[in-house]
């Protein structure tokens, strides 16, 4: 297993170029399943069938392990078996024809505008530091860039005279993604001169750096995030991918093409994007809730005066 786990995960990085947090999920949960055949002394991957993958699911359901990660570890194994299956590895696929449990449907949370204008007005910029936070901060927001997309951008992914980026997906699919006015200016400013003092004597292509003048870590971004969050008084835990369902549901709730918005967000499946109208729609319906005079259930309807009504 180990062998083949790491011959699968050089296929992650450099074929599928999955990002480091997706890798190290997979690896973990394929070693999972590797701890379960030990268990059960199955010394061999030719051995595994259907019923060795029911037996796994049923012990994970059993272990009150949550439909979301029992779905995020079929996921994992049924990658792993295809990729088995296509090196030759394996003649039959044990996981193709078993499902897991479906998982729980819920809607994404985003910001409301007032709290992103809380958010963004959180980072002093009269500080170095500061300067990159909200350039981060506006970017994510303006773009709508997946955590690691953004710590891969170089400086010539940027074309400020377009405010256009340059943005390598998932999947090394290549898009192009649109900033306005407010995230081009504070992102200019940072070219200028934040980037400068946190590069010092360093040479790298990095857009983003830290303060040792190399590329900012994945890691940093949400610890940033979630520090601003908290200084401008957002009660809900605040993550990366929270500014990138903001950016969808925000240019929907603004008019926004789904298709446009499908594009900007890299998704190759429409029903990933439409996800964000259920958002709206309910965010919709709360608006008219609040807003409407007779829109409490608690109303009830008058009689007429008279019966020529």
């Known amino acids: 297993m ?3 786990l790491d011959r699968y995960i050089c296929h992650l990085k450099v074929e599928r170029n999955l990002s480091p947090f997706t890798i190290r999920n997979y690896s973990t949960d394929i070693l999972g399943f590797n701890d379960f055949l030990k268990r059960e002394e199955i010394k061999s991957l030719v051995d595994v ?13 059993d272990n009150g392990t949550v439909r979301a990660s029992i779905s995020r570890k079929m996921s994992a194994l049924r990658s792993f078996f295809r990729y088995l299956n296509h090196q030759g590895v394996l003649t039959e696929d044990p996981v193709s024809k078993i499902s897991g449990p479906k998982r729980e449907k819920r809607l994404p949370s985003f910001l409301t505008s007032e709290e992103i204008i809380s958010l963004l007005s959180a980072p ?9 936070d909200l350039a981060i901060l506006e970017l994510l927001y303006a773009s709508g860039l997946r955590i690691s997309e953004i710590t ?18 998932k999947g090394s699919k290549e898009r192009m993604v649109l900033m306005g006015q407010p995230a081009a200016l504070v992102l200019e400013k940072y070219l200028k001169y934040g980037r400068k003092q946190l590069l010092g004597q360093n040479t790298t292509d990095a857009l983003f750096l830290n303060r040792y003048g190399k590329r900012i ?16 008084g957002i009660k809900t835990r605040v ?14 709730d603004g008019g926004a093409d789904l298709r446009v918005v499908q594009e900007l ?4 499946n429409l029903a990933s994007t439409q996800i964000y109208t259920h958002v709206t729609r309910s965010q919709m319906r ?5 807003a409407h005079p007779r829109s409490s259930e608690s109303i009830k309807p008058t009689s007429p005066a008279s019966s020529d009504v």
């Open 217 to 232: 870590a994945e890691r940093r971004i949400q610890y940033i995030i979630k520090k601003y969050a908290e200084k401008a």
């Open 152 to 169: 891969s951008l170089n400086i010539g992914s940027v074309d400020m005279e377009t405010r256009q980026v340059r943005v390598w997906g």
């Open 239 to 252: 993550h990366p991918h929270m500014l990138r369902h903001t950016f969808a549901t925000h240019m929907l």
């Open 2 to 4: 180990e062998e083949y």
């Open 49 to 61: 069938d259907h019923s060795t993958i029911r037996n796994y699911l049923g012990q994970l359901m």
């Open 286 to 290: 709360s608006r008219y809730l609040e």
């Open 124 to 132: 002093d910029i009269s500080t170095t530091q500061g300067i990159r």
């Open 265 to 268: 967000l890299g998704h190759s």
